[in-house]
């Protein structure tokens, strides 16, 4: 079985200042790993993926997030924090195995980011 | 830039009742998803639909619940007799191929659906 932790509820971070959002992972085979940003009453909205290659990730809006296999992590992450990126943030994971047709995603809890002016 | 969309954006109803939430998905995806996320809780997978049939599902995907394409374009998911628990708001979702790198599924708006 798939699972997915984010072990913040809430992260607050000054506008300027570097943000982590934490995620760690667990699955079966080789793991592909998404973030998605949800914004108030919206849809969720692809920020980025691993599947293979890089260990860092670059995504939209200036995101970026780290592949780390030995600890299990897919932090995401930005240099410089813009009021803009408040949002419910949500970390989500899937077994890269290449049997069955299994391709849903498991998803954290989400972390609330706020940005402070 | 191509979007899922989701129709309605609300939906009231009473328990016992069927409702029927609509989506529209990227017109050259091939994979089709159905999530849900109840209030304050995780987005839960129910079902995933490929080449008219589903692919997988949940736990939570019971008899109640059902998914057709009536025709190219549509893809619904159905409950047949809804319940209180059923309050939630519904994700669609698509992706583009089944191949490794096509693996990212695109999310609709949502359809947020209070059953009374």
């Known amino acids: 079985a798939q699972s997915v932790a984010q072990p913040e509820d809430q992260v607050n971070v000054a506008e300027g200042n570097p943000l982590t959002v934490k995620c760690t992972y667990s699955v079966s085979g080789n793991p592909y790993l998404f973030w998605y940003v949800q914004y108030p009453n919206r849809g969720l909205q692809f920020l980025l993926k691993y599947i293979t290659g890089d260990n860092l990730v670059k995504g939209s809006y200036g995101f970026e997030a780290e592949f780390n296999k030995s600890q299990t992590s897919f932090h995401l992450k930005k240099p410089s924090a813009l009021v803009s990126d408040s949002a419910l943030y949500f970390c989500a994971v899937r077994d890269g195995i290449s049997s069955g047709s299994a391709r849903q995603l498991t998803f954290g809890s989400g972390t609330q980011l706020t940005v402070l002016p | 830039e191509p979007e899922v969309t989701q129709t309605p954006s609300h939906q009231v109803t009473q328990m016992g009742q069927e409702v029927i939430l609509r989506c529209v998905p990227i017109s050259n995806h091939l994979y089709f998803y159905w999530y849900r996320q109840i209030l304050g809780q995780k987005v839960e997978f129910l079902v995933s639909?490929?080449?008219?049939?589903?692919?997988?599902k949940s736990e939570i995907f019971d008899d109640q619940f059902s998914v057709e394409r009536p025709d190219g374009s549509n893809f619904t998911l159905k409950i047949r007799s809804t319940k209180l628990e059923d309050s939630a708001m519904y994700f669609c979702?698509?992706?583009?191929?089944?191949?490794?790198?096509?693996?990212?599924?695109?999310f609709g708006p949502g359809t947020r659906l209070l059953v009374l």
């Open positions: 639909f490929y080449n008219n049939e589903i692919s997988e």
């Open positions: 979702a698509s992706s583009e191929r089944a191949t490794r790198r096509a693996e990212t599924q695109y």
